[in-house]
């Protein structure tokens, strides 16, 4: 057994499988990006698809969708965006202070709940000193006097602000926002979550 193996690691053959592997591997990763991309609208920095979890979906586009939103529902059910950028296109990171402003009536229609979700850029929640890792309808939000709400996304507590504050690494992060029972607005792409603005 020991020759054969032996003889067969120093074949041609093996390094041929072995490559042809890797390049099958690239290609796939390659054609499933491009996948991603065609079925994915992005507005204010906002990523979005309602393309996900649909009955009829071929095989590169439910490959595509597991690889961006693992375990995704309907867009009927719940629709996503998700942005690791400001409204200027820099990458959001905890060395800076970021306002997320929805003005008055422009929460993310939905006949159930929202939520706005922080992570590492890799998916993680972020440990911070309060323990919150999302906020949502369902958070007891502050608006301001003209109905709007303003969510704040930084290291340290905004002062007086605490209640809308969804605490961020020292790093860079990602942001999720999550419509659950969407609105006829976001089903027919017509709501535009607004843009992370960078705090003067």
Known sequence: MTNILTMLAGSHVVQGIIVGAVLAFLTANIIMNAVVKAMTTTVNGWSTTLKCGQPGNGILLRAACAKVLPAVNVAQEAAYWTTTVDSAGRRLSGQR????????????????????????????????????????????????????????LQRTAPSGHESNWLPAPAGYFKLMLRAYLPGRAVLDGEYHVPPVMKVP
Do not use: C, K
């Open 97 to 152: 202070d970021y306002v997320l402003h929805f003005p008055a009536g422009q929460l993310p229609p939905n006949e159930a709940f929202w939520s706005l979700t922080m992570t590492d850029v890799v998916g993680y929640m972020v440990s911070n000193p309060i323990d919150r890792s999302s906020v949502g309808s369902r958070s007891g939000l502050v608006q301001g006097a003209d109905g709007s709400i303003d969510i704040y």
